[in-house]
């Protein structure tokens, strides 16, 4: 079985070979069971951990199968709240070849496939961006929008001016400018394109500072109790999701509307398989306010590392 560094990984799956092995993926027919959610006990915290798996398997070559530990107290002990593992199954033989750290997997996939929906969602013409949050997904994200739209001012709020700043001089480039911002109301006008990858339990981005021709990428609420943007914003917006299945069970953003009546399940007009199979349009002129909602979905994960694979192996008969 191969093991592959999260710096090998990153190097075999730039942005824009990766995003479009996820359209391709999307397009396609694959088995996604809907992911295993437990929460548990840990011992001396008030918060609970979460175990993930997330399997996933095509029609005949691969399956694979991430299990996800996310624990919220270890940003106090300065270590990463998600640990895990991928492994990639060889179908006709049933033996691992492949594994991965589940944390590079995932930030990886997770950017690529907010800027795949972006592709559908945000006007062509976006040049601004503005990240709310300032975790481990950050850079990913902007770098992920930043392949697929004219990016060339970036800007960055979190709850801490220190990792904002930490976030800028890890990214500095000729390409675009970052700028950390201490207010979010005003950053939310200036931009084009708001990522959000937060786990906070309040709305941070509240529907009436939206733009016209805005588009909004919510990534942080993965439980019902985490919401990042308002009943206003879902209102304000046309709303589409990674899988339908997945959001309308595991996210705040999309359970509390539907249960307050902000949103119905049938006012989603897609997800990323509607709109990688050309099913569904995406957005349908200039002053639309899109959103996009993202769960996470274990199709990324095999998608992602399978294309390693395949990479890996044809670097390796060269």
């Known amino acids: 079985m191969q093991l592959l560094t999260p710096s090998q990984l990153e190097s075999l799956l730039p ?40 399997p996933a398997w095509d029609d005949g070559a691969f399956f694979g ?11 106090r002990q300065g270590r990463s709240t998600i ?23 995932t930030n990886l996939r997770t ?11 945000s006007r062509p013409d976006s040049r601004t961006l503005l990240m709310v949050g300032t975790g481990a997904l950050a850079p990913y994200l902007i770098r992920a929008h930043a392949s697929v739209r004219p990016i060339t001012t970036v800007l960055i709020w979190g709850r801490s001016p220190e990792k904002a700043e930490a976030v800028v001089k890890s990214l500095e480039n000729a390409r675009y400018s970052l700028t950390p911002v201490h ?9 084009d394109i708001i990522s959000c990858a937060t786990s906070s339990p309040e709305p941070l981005v509240l529907g009436q500072w939206l733009q016209p021709g805005q588009h909004l990428d919510l990534v942080g609420s993965f439980k019902p109790n985490m ?3 308002d009943d206003e914003a879902i209102r304000r917006a046309t ?5 339908m299945e997945g959001a309308r069970k595991e996210t705040g953003d999309i359970v509390a509307p539907i249960r307050n009546g902000a949103l119905r399940p049938e006012d989603i007009p897609g997800d ?3 709109l990688c199979r050309q099913e569904v349009i995406g957005r349908q002129h200039p002053e639309e306010i899109t959103l996009f909602k993202s769960v996470g979905h274990a199709l990324e994960d095999l998608a992602a590392a399978r294309l390693a694979w395949q990479i890996w192996n044809d670097g390796i008969m060269e």
């Open 83 to 105: 640990q895990g593992v991928y492994t990639l199954f060889e179908t006709k033989t049933g033996a691992p070849i492949l594994q991965l750290d589940a944390k590079a997997l």
């Open 65 to 75: 199968v991430k299990l996800v530990a996310v624990s919220p107290h270890n940003r």
């Open 111 to 121: 950017a690529a496939a907010s800027a795949l929906a972006s592709r559908f969602l």
């Open 239 to 243: 709303v589409y999701v990674d899988t």
């Open 183 to 191: 207010q979010l109301p005003p950053a939310v006008l200036d931009a």
């Open 15 to 54: 942005f824009p070979v990766l995003i479009d092995g996820l359209e391709r993926a999307f397009a396609g027919r694959h088995h996604t069971p809907l992911r295993h959610h437990h929460d548990y006990i840990i011992p001396g915290e008030e918060e609970q951990g979460a175990l993930l798996l997330m």
């Open 272 to 274: 990323l398989f509607s």
């Open 227 to 229: 919401r990042e943007a």
